[in-house]
């Protein structure tokens, strides 16, 4: 009896396959079998005409995960912390499960570093987290490499600024006259274009070293406030109000606040030498007015 080849190939588990899970679909499934893990069976179609076999599960609830237990030897983990608390149970409760010598990617972020004062880093910064969002990656970091040591697993964390794509650019916020900083003010942010990322998740998991940080970013260095002329411009739209950090207070939620307080450029020569990505976006402008063309 001949077996199918689809059970030849190997295995690969996705969760949090969101909009760039669903982008890095069409980059593996020719050399995997994937099963995508969600937690709302309204997916499930979507999932399987993308390619992927759909598995209902919640990080949530460590009791549903059983059925991922020996699933696949391949994992990429994009699923988000928790909204709260210190530490990132999801991550704990899916290392509860993961197989031993398995080979990973994890999506973490940027802001792992905190306010580098813009200066220009690489993967060998001190990790120095401002706020319980990237405390709660931290941890899941943590957690991740201790389960990569004492399980003998091939791990990579791609820690990810700012996602942008088509529908993933800051038209709302121009049209309300968001304010941002002054340019004495303004803070160095980061970039990657969601097709660039998922190229990125790709070429890790074959290319990674073990235990290796990768920043999956493009080559941009562009403060806040010019990206956000940069988008109104390329879409005929106002620029936004520039005020001082002072009244910035007043105008915009906590959250974003402390992403307009945290500056730094990211060097992404590690992810060109050792991973062989050719950024396809490169840079924001360009990309940008790309964009803008496509009705």
């Known amino acids: 009896m001949t077996i199918s080849s689809s059970f030849q190939r190997p295995r690969l588990l996705i969760l949090g396959c969101g909009d760039v899970g669903m982008r890095l679909l069409p980059l593996v499934r020719a050399r995997f079998r994937v099963f995508a893990v969600t937690s709302n069976a309204e997916r499930c179609a979507e999932l399987r005409a993308a390619g992927a076999v759909p598995v209902i599960a919640d990080l949530d609830r460590p009791a549903s995960l059983k059925r991922l237990a020996g ?56 990790v120095a987290p401002r706020n319980a969002r990237a405390q709660r990656r931290v941890d899941a970091e943590r957690v991740l490499r201790a389960w990569a040591t004492r399980s003998g697993a091939r791990l990579a964390i791609l820690r990810v600024p700012g996602i942008y794509a ?60 010019d990206y956000f002329d940069t988008v109104a411009d390329a879409f005929g739209m106002a620029r936004p109000p520039r005020v001082a950090r002072s009244q910035l207070v007043a105008s915009v939620s906590p959250m974003l606040l402390s992403f307009m307080s945290e500056s730094r450029r990211m060097s992404n020569r590690r992810i060109k030498e050792e991973l062989g990505v050719r950024l396809r976006h490169p840079q924001v402008g360009p990309a940008v007015a790309a964009m803008a063309l496509v009705k």
């Open 166 to 225: 088509r529908d993933r650019l800051p038209l709302r916020r121009l049209e309300q006259g968001t304010p941002a900083l002054l340019a004495a003010e303004d803070v160095f942010t980061n970039h990657i274009h969601a097709d660039d990322l998922a190229r990125i998740v790709a070429l890790a998991l074959y290319r990674t070293l073990p235990g290796r940080i990768y920043h999956a970013v493009d080559d941009t260095h562009m403060k806040m406030a």
């Open 71 to 126: 699933l696949a030897d391949w994992v990429v983990h994009m699923a988000p912390p928790p909204s709260e608390g210190g530490i990132d149970t999801r991550t704990r409760n899916l290392c509860a499960v993961l197989p031993a010598g398995a080979r990973m990617v994890y999506i973490s972020t940027t802001g792992v570093y905190g306010d580098c004062g813009g200066a220009l880093i690489d993967e060998t910064r001190t």
